[in-house]
């Protein structure tokens, strides 16, 4: 009995004192705790968004309009044979019909630029249209009117009659950076007003075609643009309109991959203030056409970089034949600014006006000099020659060290490609799709006038000259349908 007591009371005393241990160390855990912030579990107060651009979008998505343009439009002949009389006979000698004009609707979107009505919008949105009506943020539907257009750089100004309206004001798009936030504002699809996100992903893109006649210097973004953002703003984090979205790069269903295109602010600006003052943009032009200097080009003039852009031809009569500007010299600077590539030089040139003189720094047997010239005026036909030539390889058969044939240049053979009478050299009869010319954009039916800056009139003279060279680039001048085109060649080993 006294040892079932004694145990009772060990066991008791045992529990006591391990409970006493462990309460001892849940104190000091508890402590340890409250000792280390990062441990600190107490709730935290609600604190403002970090990424929010509400403040910025409330301020400039008011500025951003939806623009209606209404224009009609011929539809063709449901039956185009109805003049052949056996046609007629099967169907009761009907007359035919007659075309049937449809009223067709652009939707866009649109930038307001001015508290007294001025509105930034793309010429496509509103070409050819016969009634354009702004749709506002307050619900008030108005009707614009176009005060100019230029299709060049699709840019458009209306004007609607308002006063104290929200407006946006331009930005410097030259201070943008590749990597900036970027946010897109306007009404894709019709479904209303949409602000989307992202950055600005590449600066001084050109989409137009060879030939195209445009001005093009797009700021290109990721932030989503879709049919209906045409005209409307890309804004960045203070507000400020840095460009009108243009264009987008679409997928196989049409839509929005990632890729889109706005007409940076500094040149809308420019266009903007010419259409209010004069209703037409007028461009200064040298009359000359250039290509990108590449590595190889450079290696076969002798340049220690590659830099600035060649000069392909000298238009006769031109502003830079009058100043002395010559076929082969390399541009690297107008204005004491350097260019780097065909378009950067085109929109340089085209952002003086036609009278305005301007410093040409060029490269001319590799001895630096600077050129004076007064430049002309562009026009569409001569702005579409000026962009000739870019073109890229298109081609065929050949054999030989730049893996191509030739023939001589007969006065039958120049009438068909449309030379000039006089035109001398050799021209490509086939190319070899796996060789070096094909690469550098030589084509079947090219002219190689020159060779290293030595005038070729046959084969021998060709390979000859090509020999000469050894395993540098061989530098052609080259003649496509009257169009001169410097090309740089490495010859096969």
């Known amino acids: 009995m006294n040892l079932n007591k004694a145990f009772t009371k060990y066991h008791f005393e045992l529990k006591a004192g391990l409970f006493g241990l462990l309460l001892l160390i849940s104190i000091a855990a508890c402590k340890a705790k409250a000792s280390n912030p990062a441990l600190n579990f107490a709730p935290v107060p609600d604190a403002a968004p970090q990424n929010s651009y509400a403040d910025i979008v409330s301020k400039s998505a008011p500025a ?14 449901q039956f185009p044979f109805s003049e052949d009389p056996f046609f007629r006979g099967l169907f009761g000698n009907r007359g035919p019909q007659q075309p049937q004009e449809q009223l067709q609707q652009a939707l866009g979107s649109g930038v307001i630029v001015s508290a007294d009505g001025y509105i930034l919008t793309n010429h496509h949105v509103i070409d050819g249209a016969e009634d354009i009506k702004i749709e506002m943020n307050d619900g008030r539907t108005l009707e614009a009117k176009l005060i100019g257009s230029d299709p ?52 001084g893109r050109s989409t137009g ?11 290109q973004t990721d932030a989503p643009i879709n049919h209906g953002n045409s005209g409307g703003a890309l804004v ?34 420019t266009v903007m203030d010419q259409l209010v003052k004069n209703g037409k943009v007028r461009r200064g032009q040298l009359g000359i056409t250039v290509s990108r200097v590449t590595s190889d080009l450079a290696a076969s003039l002798g340049m220690a970089d590659a830099k600035g852009v060649i000069v392909n031809s000298v238009l006769s009569g031109s502003a830079a034949e009058r100043a002395g500007i010559r076929q082969g010299d390399v541009i690297t600077a107008i204005n004491d600014v350097a260019v780097s590539d065909s378009n950067a030089f085109r929109n340089r040139v085209a952002s003086n006006a036609p ?17 004076s010239a007064t430049l002309g005026e562009a026009t569409a036909e001569t702005a579409r020659s000026e962009n000739q030539n870019e073109g890229g390889p298109d081609s065929r058969i050949g054999g030989g060290k730049l893996g191509l044939s030739v023939e001589p240049l007969t006065p039958e053979i120049a009438q068909q490609l449309q030379l000039k009478s006089g035109t001398t050299g050799v021209v490509v009869d086939s190319v070899d799709p ?10 079947r039916g090219d002219v190689i006038q020159e060779v290293n800056r030595q005038p070729v009139r046959s084969a021998d003279d060709l390979r000859a000259a090509i020999e000469k060279s050894g395993t540098k680039p061989v530098l052609l001048l080259l003649n496509r349908r009257g169009e001169t085109i410097f090309l740089a060649v490495r010859p096969r080993q």
Do not use: C, H, W
């Not at 951003?64 to 002949?77: G, L, N």
């Not at 798009?173 to 504002?185: F, M, N, Q, Y």
């Not at 979205?245 to 007409?263: C, H, R, W």
């Open 355 to 371: 009278g305005t003189a301007v410093t040409v720094t060029v490269l001319r047997d590799n001895r630096e000099q600077k050129i």
């Open 152 to 203: 060049p750089s699709d840019l458009a100004l209306l004007k609607v009659n308002a006063t104290g309206l929200t407006y946006m004001t331009p930005g410097d798009s030259d201070k943008v950076r590749v990597g900036d936030v970027a946010l897109a504002i306007g009404n894709p699809l019709g479904i209303g007003q949409t602000v989307t996100m992202g950055i600005i992903s590449a600066k």
């Open 209 to 219: 075609g060879t030939g195209s006649g445009s001005f093009e210097d797009f700021l």
């Open 434 to 443: 796996t060789g070096p010319a094909v690469e550098a954009g030589i084509q």
């Open 64 to 77: 951003v309009i939806t623009i209606r343009a209404d224009k009609r439009v011929r539809t063709p002949q």
């Open 236 to 269: 960045n984090t203070i507000g400020e309109l840095i460009g009108i979205n243009s264009q987008i790069l679409p997928g196989e269903t049409g839509g929005n991959i990632g890729i889109g295109f706005a007409i940076p602010s500094n040149m809308a600006r």
